[in-house]
Structure formats: structure tokens, C-alpha cells
């Protein structure tokens, strides 16, 4: 080396600021930099050469990359979801049983819906502001597999019930329960329903078979009684039913209406002067929410103040003049009025001065015989003897029509009827109206004491009313006009089972009619169209409805899980 070369050098050196402990640490951090980048730079490239390890986490960064990983983040929303669907599915039976505990919700898929209410009775269900109750007297099990008949009262019943939130159910064995009877005077039977008010306390009994109805090839209808009567006789009465329908809704409709009711009609039936059974007409009554009971009325000192309309269904003896005195006295209702009396007359031939004397005061008298019809055209045969059954014809202009609700094709049938004559039309405060007269100009009158030397050529032809009301009026407080009637019916037989029973006859409307027009509480009127099954009908068995229940509560349940927990593996593993 040259001199000169050894002095620059010196020279360099000399001219190195002097260390100090920042300059090293400076320095040294520096130096370590500079390997860092040196090492990245080494991994990057070793990296490069071996795609695997690039899927290896720095150290540091492991456990936050773990959580904020793909798949972790794919399987914890496939586990929310599944978990929120279970729920949802869980939650959605629960709402189910629920609403089916409380609300019929099952299709009635038979013909002519027969499990279905109709909508005026559901409308009336829902208004009712009554705790009622429905007590049946046999299992739900066995009223269910018992028949079509019976399962369509159970459905009725929890149908009402689900409409009405205040109207309860409950089923009722008489043998494990005797203490339920003890409250209740009738005996009780097996297959029977109590419908009972929590409001007034009153209460039906009605027998499920009474609910059924079996129309034969006479056009008459009979009940499920008369039918077990004539099948105990040995007769094979399947050859003669036509159609077999059930009332059971307007039965059930009725004994909740009368049960209800705060105030209903009172109809007292007069007993003690050998009155025709009236165990139709009272029937009629029943069902459509009349309150009735009887009184023997020569043992009582005046007839019920409760009473609304009075009966006297037929006697047969001659009322005396103390009886004749308490009608009086409580048709007059201390000149106050507002009462109505109903007289049916017997057909039979009875001497009965005294009522015939107070009919008169009223503008009436009841003919002595029969009323016989000539024009063919509104007669029916009837053992030989022409014109004793016959067609009637209602007096279309009066209240009592309108109340009639005649069906159309329906007949109003005479039998053995009287004629009923009024003896004016105006007299005083008096007045009487026709409301029913056999047809046409054309009749005659069997007289009682015809014998066979009677010649009906001979004798006088005419018209005849056979119902007639006759009417007293005061006015109240001078402007409002208040009345007492009686009504006069030719004959007791008009209202008698066999007539007041056929749906072809318009007699039970007629009989209706005459207590709805003078009643102040007449029932809503609920239009119930019977529920007929001759007709075919869908049904499903015991079996099948385990079946149905199994796979909507058991089987789509564990599907839908399954389902779940494959989604959930499948995506766990992305």
C-alpha cells in the first residue's frame, strides 16, 4: 500500500462520528431489520417452491384465523338455522294443539255436510250470553263408534261449544258417577243430553234417539220409538222407511233457547174434565222454547198468574160454573186483559152446556157434527166414510198465516173436524176472525144425532170456518190497544200426533203459529235444514285416524329433523 493510500484511510477513520449507546442500539436495530426482511424474503421464496406450507398460520395470527375460518363460520349458521327450524316446527304444534283444543277445525267432507252447523244456528250460538252446559250421559268413545247418528250429536255439541266460549261439554257415566242424578228430579238414562243454563238455572232433558226420524212410504213421520215398537212386533220396517233424518241440531237449538230465555211464554195445559192427551202439542211447545205445565184446575183457587196462554186440549165433560168462573177471571185479568186462551174441541159427542154458553159470550159456537167434503179435489180416503179427512184452507190475510211458515206442497189436514161459527164480526169491543175454513161452498154437516135414515143429498150446502179467533179490547192508557182472546180449533185431532209428525202436513205449523201469534216472547226463528242419511257418506276408521295422526305428529317431525342434521354434516364439512 502506498503512503498516500494509508493517510485517506487513516483519514476516514478519524473523521467516524463517536459511538455513543444510541448510535449502537440504532445501528443494531437496523441490522436486525435488515435480517428480517432478509429472513421474509428467504421464507417467501421456500413458500413459493412448497405450496403446502403457505396453508400453515404465522404463530401469532393461529387462533384468530381459527375462529374467522370458512368452514367454522358455514357449519355455525347451518347449526342456527337447524336449531331455529326445529323451534319453529316445535312451536307451530304447540300453536296447533292449542287451536284444536279450542276450535273445530276439522272438514266435513260427507254428503249434505251432515256434521256441519248450519250458519243462522252458529250466528246464534256465538250471541248466546249464557254459561251452558252440555251433560252426556254415555262415553265420547262409545257415542263415537256407536254410528253415524251418534257421532254427528257428539260433533254438534263440541261444534256449539267451539263457537261459544262460555258453553262447556262434559261426558257423563251414570254408573261411576251416581251422585251426578241426585240433582235432578227425572231419572236418569243412558244416551241422553242435559242442556242447562248457569243463568236461570233451568235445564232439558233430551233423548239422543228422539233426535232421529223416519219418514215411512205413507208420507208419515215416525219416531225412533214408534219404529223399535212396530220392529218388537215382528214387523220388518226396512222395507217401509223412505228416508231417515236427524233433527238433532234443532232439538239442541231449542233446549238452549228455552233454557236461556229469561222470560219466556208460559202455556198452562187445563186438566180434570177428561182433556185429550196432549203430549204432541205440548212437544211442539218445547221445542221451540215454550215453558208448559198442567194444572188440574178444579183443585187449584185461580189459574197461575205466570201463565201467558191458557189450553184447554178437548174436554170431554162439561166445565162447572166454578171453573168456568176462574178462566173468566184470568182472561179478564182484572180489566186489564192480555191474556189468550186456546179451545180445541173434541170430535167426540159430548154434552157440555156450560162451556157452550161461554163460548157464546164470546161471539162463538162449535157446531154439533162433522164437516163434510165434496169436492174431491180436497179429499182424502179415509175408511169409506168420503170428506171426514180433507184439506183446509188458511186465511192468507191474517197474522196467523205469515206466523204459519207454511211449507210449500204442505197440507193443512181436517179430521173429524167442527165447524166453528162466529156470531158476528163486530160487536162492541168485540170481534171475531176467521183464520182457518174448509174449502170451497161445497160442504156439508154430519150432524151427531144423524141415523141411517140421513140423506147428505138433502142437506144444505155451505162454507165453514174451522178456526175462528174471537177478541176483547181496552185500550190502555187510551191509546194502545190491548186483547184477550180465545181462539176456537174445530177439532182437538188437527193437532194430534200423526198430523202435527208428517212432513207433508202443515198442521205442527199451524199449531205453532197459534202460540207464536199471541206470544210476546216468540223465539228467534233459526232456519235448521234436517240432516238426512240416506245419502253416502265419507268416513274414516279408528285405524286410519291413528294413521293420519301418526304421520303429521310423529313421522314429518323426525323427517324434518333428519332432514336438518344431514344439511348441517354435509355443510360442516365445506
Not at 154 to 174: C, D, Q, S, T, W
Not at 223 to 240: A, H, N, V
Not at 367 to 385: E, S, V
Amino acid at each position: 500500500m502506498s503512503e498516500n493510500e494509508d493517510i485517506k484511510t487513516e483519514t476516514a477513520e478519524d473523521t467516524r462520528p463517536e459511538e455513543t449507546p444510541e448510535t449502537v442500539e440504532t445501528a443494531e436495530t437496523a441490522e436486525t431489520a435488515e435480517e428480517t426482511v432478509t429472513e421474509a424474503a428467504a421464507e417467501t421464496q421456500e413458500a413459493a417452491a412448497d405450496p403446502i406450507k403457505t396453508e400453515m398460520p404465522a404463530a401469532g395470527n393461529s387462533e384468530k384465523k381459527k375462529f374467522n375460518s370458512k368452514k367454522l363460520r358455514h357449519g355455525s349458521l347451518a347449526v342456527v338455522f337447524t336449531v331455529m327450524f326445529i323451534a319453529a316446527v316445535v312451536l307451530v304444534n304447540v300453536i296447533l294443539n292449542l287451536v284444536l283444543d279450542r276450535f273445530s277445525l276439522e272438514v266435513d267432507l260427507s254428503t249434505g255436510a251432515m256434521f256441519t252447523l248450519g250458519d243462522e244456528t252458529k250466528d246464534y250460538i256465538a250471541g248466546v250470553d249464557d254459561n251452558v252446559n252440555f251433560y252426556v250421559t254415555a262415553d265420547r268413545e262409545t257415542l263415537e263408534n256407536a254410528g253415524t247418528f251418534y257421532k254427528q250429536v257428539v260433533e254438534f255439541i263440541e261444534r256449539m261449544a267451539a263457537v261459544n266460549p262460555k258453553f262447556g261439554v262434559k261426558y257423563v257415566n251414570l254408573l261411576t258417577d251416581p251422585d251426578f242424578s241426585a240433582k235432578y228430579t227425572e231419572t236418569l238414562r243412558t244416551y241422553q243430553v242435559i242442556v242447562e243454563s248457569g243463568k236461570t238455572g233451568r235445564y232439558r232433558i233430551l233423548d239422543i234417539n228422539g233426535f232421529m226420524k223416519y219418514t215411512l212410504n205413507d208420507g208419515n213421520d215416525y219416531t225412533y220409538e214408534q219404529i223399535s215398537m212396530y220392529t218388537s212386533m215382528g214387523m220388518d220396517m226396512s222395507q217401509y222407511i223412505t228416508k231417515t233424518a236427524s233433527y238433532a241440531e234443532e232439538q239442541l237449538v231449542s233446549a238452549i233457547m228455552s233454557v236461556s230465555r229469561e222470560n219466556p211464554t208460559v202455556v198452562t195445559f187445563l186438566t180434570g174434565y177428561g182433556e185429550t192427551d196432549s203430549s204432541a202439542l205440548e212437544k211442539i211447545l218445547t221445542d221451540n222454547a215454550y215453558i208448559t205445565n198442567t194444572v188440574e184446575i178444579e183443585r187449584v183457587d185461580a189459574i197461575p198468574e205466570d201463565t201467558d196462554i191458557l189450553v184447554m186440549n178437548g174436554p170431554t165433560k162439561d166445565y162447572s160454573l166454578d171453573s168456568i168462573t176462574k178462566v173468566d177471571e184470568w182472561l179478564s185479568n182484572g180489566g186489564k186483559y192480555g191474556r189468550d186462551l186456546i179451545y180445541l174441541a173434541t170430535p167426540d159427542v159430548a154434552e157440555t152446556p156450560n162451556l157452550d154458553e161461554y163460548l157464546k159470550e164470546w161471539g162463538l159456537e162449535i157446531g154439533k157434527g162433522y164437516i163434510l167434503q165434496n169436492d174431491t179435489n180436497y179429499t182424502r180416503a179415509y175408511m169409506g166414510m168420503i170428506g171426514v179427512l180433507q184439506d183446509l184452507e188458511p186465511v192468507s190475510d191474517t197474522e196467523y198465516y205469515t206466523n204459519m211458515k207454511k211449507a210449500q206442497g204442505s197440507a193443512l189436514i181436517g179430521f173429524y173436524v167442527r165447524p166453528v161459527v162466529p156470531l158476528w164480526t163486530e160487536e162492541g169491543n168485540m170481534k171475531n176472525t176467521t183464520i182457518a175454513r174448509a174449502y170451497g161452498e161445497n160442504c156439508i154437516l154430519y150432524p151427531f144425532d144423524a141415523d141411517e135414515n140421513w140423506d147428505p143429498n138433502a142437506s144444505e150446502k155451505q162454507g165453514y170456518d174451522v178456526i175462528v179467533e174471537a177478541s176483547k179490547v181496552q185500550f190502555e192508557g187510551g191509546t194502545e190497544p190491548v186483547y184477550s182472546k180465545i181462539i176456537a180449533v174445530g177439532s182437538d185431532l188437527l193437532f194430534s200426533e200423526n198430523f202435527t209428525t208428517a212432513s207433508n202436513y202443515s198442521n205442527g205449523e199451524m199449531a205453532l203459529a197459534l202460540f207464536d201469534t199471541n206470544s210476546e216472547t216468540v223465539v228467534q226463528n233459526i232456519r235448521v235444514v234436517e240432516k238426512t242419511f240416506t245419502a253416502e257418506t265419507y268416513e274414516i276408521t279408528s285405524a286410519q285416524q291413528l294413521w293420519i295422526g301418526l304421520v303429521f305428529a310423529v313421522f314429518i317431525p323426525i323427517i324434518v329433523i333428519v332432514a336438518g342434521i344431514v344439511i348441517w354434516a354435509k355443510r360442516r364439512r365445506l
